[in-house]
């Protein structure tokens, strides 16, 4: 991936004010992770996964993955 991709959901992630720990949810879920991979990699449940994917979600305008990982890459 070039550099400049690679960096753009970073930038993006400042712009729309996401937490660090949902920056680290965010790239999980760019990963291709599952709710329950992405929950035992910080050691945090899956709950609570899906809360800072709520969360993501609205301060990005999305309404599910698929939607999201669409507006960070293109």
Known sequence: MRREVAEL???LF???GLTA???A???EVLAGLSTVDIAERPAISAHTVQ???K???GKTGVRS???LTAKLLS
């Open 65 to 67: 993955r698929g939607e």
């Open 21 to 23: 720990r949902e920056r």
């Open 55 to 57: 969360s993501v979600f």
């Open 9 to 11: 959901p970073s930038v």
């Open 25 to 27: 949810v965010c790239r």
């Open 14 to 16: 400042a712009a729309y």
């Open 51 to 53: 809360d800072h994917l």
